[in-house]
């Protein structure tokens, strides 16, 4: 069995003309003796041996950590958000390059690659989050690099299909690096995903809102993008398990400033349903 950093040698080698330098935007050229990366400026970025790369001008802390990657990563394999990730696969082509903006425990591009033949490729600027994708690299035309969203270490007009999946977008950045004609798949809340939890932490924080408002999102999408389609996903997920609660609540961030008394709460409490309730939207230019 390969090791990952030569699985990702080989993607890079593959696919670096679409890659360019975060720092001064020059080419980027692959040296496989040396495991990295580097530009005519010389700005050199090292593979590591989990077959990662971090592909930033400079470090930047996340207030993503390890913990809530693993629960993310226990739930997505739990099945949560499989209706999410068929509808993406959905509105991608074959064989497309798919990039994930945001792509944490890198479970959407992982089940996209692992439905699809895709060159897949995830950017986060939080390395737990990248350091926990590199088990995907097994399923070769795969990658994934810290990167800053607001800086995207690829070409102009190289990607197919964006996804942006729960996570801040930077759309100036997105439309340089999307080939024309091409899509964006957003995906954001709706007014009852996860409600159960919100009520909850509502009831123990004055400032979470029992509700989720995304009127503002979407107004601000329709009035600076030529079409965007919208399609509703809403389903229950049942938390049938201990463990499945206590991944639940530790993957959002509306329980972090809560301690581990409400933490044990929420595990006894009668909430053995989750609302999964979000929109999917294909933006295009």
Known sequence: MKKKIDLALEFLQKNIEQFQCPICEADLKVFANEKSLKCSAGHTFDISKKGTVQLVNKFVQSDYDEKLFSSRSYMMNAGLFDPVFEALTRNIAENDLVIDAGSGEGSAMIYLREQKPLTAIGFDLASEGIQSSSRGLMLQDIFF?????????????????????LSPASYDEFKRILKPGKNILKVVPNTNYL???RQFVAQRQEHINSTYDNSEVI???MKN?????VEDINYQF???TPELKENMYQMTPLTWSL???VKQEFIESNIDNITVNLQL?????
């Not at 690099?145 to 999946?165: G, H, M, Q, R, Y």
Request: glycine letters at 0%.
């Open 145 to 165: 690099s810290v990167a800053n969203l607001a800086n995207i270490p690829l070409k102009d007009n190289s990607v197919d299909t964006i996804v942006n999946l």
């Open 195 to 197: 409600t159960e939890i």
């Open 219 to 221: 107004e601000n999408l």
């Open 225 to 229: 993008n030529k079409t965007v389609e």
């Open 238 to 240: 049942k938390l049938d």
């Open 259 to 261: 301690d581990d008394e």
């Open 281 to 285: 939207l294909k933006i295009s230019e």
